[in-house]
Structures are given as structure tokens and as C-alpha cells.
């Protein structure tokens, strides 16, 4: 599809366990951002790619949180030694150019710690 | 202080009637741009409506129109003939600076029913 791809689409980890979530943004989108989305909230930052660079990563909890992007294509999120407060929709954004240039999400992978 | 505030957990309009929602907003930034979100039960964020600061006119798109008072910092979305469909998680979303780059501020959401 022309949309934004989210892979998986819920993920239970048993806490302590690495997770690896994935996003496949629109083609031809330098700008790729991952927010986490706790229940009944608004989404909330965590990072910011522009092509392969990370330019922004002040929105990551803790250094148990990594994403890269190492192609300016696909971006992978990593949770490592997951606990019960990661729980959460984990959205993936990229935008284009211009003066709008919105963000298109995905379906958001929702991760469960038990 | 919060960057977006939505005041409505909770809004019920009857089908085919009008309703708005609000937001306000805080930035000194005098470059920024307001935008609104569907979020449907399915988990995606749908983007409607988009207000630049310096947009003189109000944004419209189909049934969707926002009401941008710049003076009192409000975004306030007007969804006009209400539908069915239109039942989802509504959310309020900044972003300040340029638009290359810059992440979006959400509001907590308002949470919209229509009734048949």
C-alpha cells in the first residue's frame, strides 16, 4: 500500500524481554517520528529521523529505548529490557516537503508487558 | 503549562447536526501551524484539517472547517452535517518552527459520538 506500515500489530512481552517494532513510512518521506501513545492520551514525542540521521531523540524515556534508520528507509524502534510502564501504541509518522508537510501515521503497534 | 489543551473529554452531537471542538494553544514562537487528527477505534491517526499562523483565512476541508482565533491562541474544529463515521477520538496537534522536522504537541483528545 501508499500508506504508512506498522509491523507488528500487538506485540505481549514478558517484562525483561527485548522488543523490536518496525516501520516502514511512505516512500520518498525524509522525515520519519515515533511516538508512544499510553491509553486515553494524546501521542507524545519520542524521536526524530531525517533520512538516516537521528536529529532528535530527546523524546526517549530512557536509554533502554533506541531506533535507528540506517537506509533513510525502514525504522526500527527497540525496547530493551522491557518493563510494565512501556506499555503503550507506539505510532510511526513521516511527512514530506512544503509548507503543510502533515504527518501520515501507521497503525501503531500496541505493546503489552506482562 | 500545558502546549495544547483540549477542555472536552467527551462530546455527543446528533447525526446531521453540527458541533465543534475546542483547543487552545500556547507557543511564543511566532511561526507554527495547528492541525487536527481522527483517531478511530482501528488505532490510525487520520489527518483532516491544517491552519498555518500566518493563514489569514480559517482552513476548510469538506465538512471540516477550523475556527482560528489567533489573538485568544484557539483552533476550535467545526464538523458540519455530522455523520455516523464521524465517531472516533479527536485530537489537537502543534507544531512549532519550521515545518521540516519539527514534531507535533497533542492535546489529550476529545472523544466524539454521534447518535443516530
Known amino acids: 500500500g501508499a500508506g504508512v506500515s506498522q509491523s507488528p500489530r500487538y506485540k505481549v512481552a514478558k517484562r525483561g524481554q527485548d522488543v523490536a517494532l518496525r516501520c516502514d513510512p511512505i516512500?520518498?518521506?525524509?522525515?520519519l517520528f515515533w511516538y508512544q501513545q499510553a491509553l486515553g492520551q494524546g501521542p507524545e514525542f519520542l524521536t526524530y529521523f531525517q533520512n538516516e540521521a537521528q536529529l532528535d531523540k530527546s523524546g526517549l524515556p530512557s536509554d533502554r529505548f533506541f531506533a535507528e534508520r540506517p537506509e533513510g528507509s525502514v525504522s526500527t524502534l527497540k525496547i530493551q529490557r522491557t518493563q510494565q510502564e512501556d506499555s503503550a501504541v507506539y505510532l510511526c509518522?513521516?511527512?514530506?516537503?512544503?509548507?503543510?508537510?502533515?504527518?501520515?501515521f501507521g497503525q501503531g503497534t500496541r505493546l503489552t508487558v506482562v | 503549562a500545558q502546549k495544547i489543551t483540549q477542555t472536552q473529554p467527551g462530546m455527543f452531537v446528533q447525526e446531521k447536526e453540527a458541533v465543534t471542538l475546542d483547543c487552545t494553544y500556547d507557543?511564543?514562537?511566532?511561526?507554527?501551524?495547528l492541525f487536527w487528527y481522527k483517531q478511530p477505534s482501528s488505532g490510525e491517526m487520520i489527518f483532516l484539517i491544517y491552519?498555518?499562523?500566518?493563514?489569514?483565512q480559517n482552513a476548510t476541508e469538506g465538512r471540516y472547517s477550523l475556527n482560528f482565533q489567533k489573538a485568544r491562541k484557539s483552533a476550535n474544529l467545526v464538523i458540519s452535517a455530522s455523520q455516523l463515521g464521524d465517531s472516533a477520538m479527536y485530537f489537537c496537534a502543534m507544531r512549532e518552527g519550521l515545518p521540516s522536522g519539527s514534531r507535533l504537541t497533542f492535546g489529550e483528545g476529545t472523544q466524539l459520538t454521534v447518535n443516530p
Open positions: 507557543t511564543s514562537d511566532p511561526s507554527y501551524g
Open positions: 509518522a513521516s511527512s514530506g516537503t512544503g509548507a503543510v508537510a502533515e504527518a501520515f
Open positions: 516512500s520518498g518521506h525524509v522525515s
Open positions: 491552519q498555518g499562523s500566518y493563514d489569514q
